[in-house]
């Protein structure tokens, strides 16, 4: 939950995104001339200028809205944790007054995605011109809203193994799209079952955003998964790639392919899949987006609650 240290080291936070902006736009426009892919370029020119088109700072008021709706909500949780194949896995789940840990406002302004990063994935989805988006981890269904307001209307599905958490992510993305769907359960099952009845139907995923399951072995085998079955051009986004070692491992995998283009965001590591293209190349623009540090204060509070979470 939030503490009074939360907000200076937002503040600090700012300042040093801000200080460092200018340098990273510069870097920017060297690695686009270098081969960065263009139509990449205004989401990450968004992350050091935080200026947007019209129509995302329009969507990214709706949804800003529907996120200060959710915080507000009394409902509380507790996360359970369980043991998978693919490593140990958090769901929350509905709490009384006296097993609660975690409220309505932190899984709406401290779990989802921040707006910044919100807008950043709208706009990545808009710049592959997304019809097929898949999302894992859903949340209260902030990124998913974010993906969905996007201006090809596409068809956002949605995992997430959370039931309570999955009842408020359709209320989100209903509220912005009539072309959503949230399919709850655990993703080693549903993952599959989602991409073979895309499959059937002809559909290829443009943009998939990888996120809900932080473990390394996990982390590799979805986006394997996912691999099979991505349009031509395509983008895979993973989340909080500096989290934990376990995370930066993956990406440092994921990333070191040769059929794909890399480029590390900072809280996002960003997979263009292009049919045809001979080799891979990396970008780097984590130490201009104030990310560059694996682990942290957030990877310190979250392994916390994971043992408290098991006690």
């Known amino acids: 939950m939030r503490t009074l240290l939360d907000v200076p080291r937002r503040m600090v936070r700012g300042t040093m995104e801000r200080l460092l902006a200018p340098f990273g736009a510069r870097a920017l426009e060297r690695m686009i001339e270098d081969g960065l892919p263009a139509r990449l370029a205004p989401a990450l020119r968004f992350l050091f200028s935080g200026e ?67 807008v950043f994935l709208h706009l990545c989805a808009e710049a592959f011109d997304a019809k ?9 269904g902030i990124s998913s809203a ?12 949605t995992l997430e193994g959370s039931p309570p958490l999955a009842l408020l992510a ?23 079952v ?28 979805y986006v394997e998964t996912i691999s ?5 051009t395509a983008l895979i986004i993973l989340d909080d790639i500096y989290l934990y070692e376990g995370m930066w491992r993956a990406w440092q995998t994921l990333s070191s392919g040769s059929s794909v283009i890399a480029v590390n965001a900072g809280r996002f590591g960003l997979l263009v899949y292009e049919r045809g293209r001979p ?15 694996v682990g942290g204060e957030r990877a310190r509070i979250l392994a916390e609650e994971r043992a408290r979470d098991r006690a």
């Open 52 to 118: 947007a088109p019209a129509a995302a700072e329009e969507a990214a008021c709706t949804i800003e809205g529907l996120r200060a709706q959710i915080a507000a909500r009394p409902e509380a949780y507790r996360f359970a944790v369980s043991d998978s194949a693919l490593g140990p896995v958090r769901l929350a789940e509905r709490a009384g007054k006296t097993n609660a840990v975690v409220t309505s406002d932190h899984l709406a302004t401290s779990v989802s995605v921040p707006k910044r990063w919100g």
């Open 132 to 140: 097929t988006i898949l999302e894992m981890g859903a949340c209260v």
């Open 146 to 157: 974010y993906f969905a307001s996007i201006r090809s209307r596409p068809h956002v599905i």
């Open 170 to 192: 359709r209320e989100s993305l209903a509220a912005v799209s009539d072309r959503g769907e949230v399919i709850v359960g655990a993703f080693e099952e549903t993952l599959v």
């Open 194 to 221: 989602t991409l073979d009845r895309l499959a059937e139907t002809g559909e290829k995923v443009d943009v998939a955003f990888v996120d809900g399951h932080h473990e390394e072995a996990a982390t590799l085998h």
């Open 228 to 232: 099979r079955h991505l349009a031509g």
């Open 279 to 293: 080799a891979g190349r990396r970008y780097d623009l984590a130490r201009y987006t104030g990310r560059w540090r």
